[in-house]
Nanobody
Framework: QVQLVESGGGLVQAGGSLRLSCAAS????????MGWFRQAPGKECEFVAA????????YYTDSVKGRFTISRDNAKNMVYLQMNSLKPEDTAVYYC????????????????WGQGTQVTVSS
């Protein structure tokens, strides 16, 4: 079992930055691929970014490439999403997610979800 708790959301102006954090419980955290999803009002939940267990591979949806960076610290059981050059269309609830396979995260099928943190980008 893996429990995930996000933090770091908030209100920011367009062009600004935020860093989301996800604290994971469970002694097997380092064996899981981790990812971030988001859901905007009235829209479906979409994949944002993923990182494999060894931190050697990352994957991003096209709309955030070059602006967002996913990272993890296995010693601290933490996952991060650094978001730069934020746009109003990045406004959404952001969810931390986990699965043993990075491919499953990219496909939109996590095994575990956090409760979400709101990110609002004003124009």
């Amino acid at each position: 079992q893996v429990q995930l708790v996000e933090s770091g959301g908030g209100l920011v102006q367009a062009g600004g930055s935020l860093r989301l954090s996800c604290a994971a419980s469970g002694r097997t955290f380092s064996t899981f691929a981790m990812g971030w999803f988001r859901q905007a009002p009235g829209k479906e939940c979409e994949f944002v970014a993923a990182i494999n267990w060894s931190e050697s591979n990352t994957y991003y949806t096209d709309s955030v490439k070059g602006r967002f960076t996913i990272s993890r610290d296995n010693a601290k059981n933490m996952v991060y999403l650094q978001m730069n050059s934020l746009k109003p269309e990045d406004t959404a609830v952001y969810y931390c997610a986990a699965h043993r396979l990075r491919s499953a995260l990219v496909a939109g099928s996590p095994a575990y979800w956090g409760q979400g943190t709101q990110v609002t980008v004003s124009s």
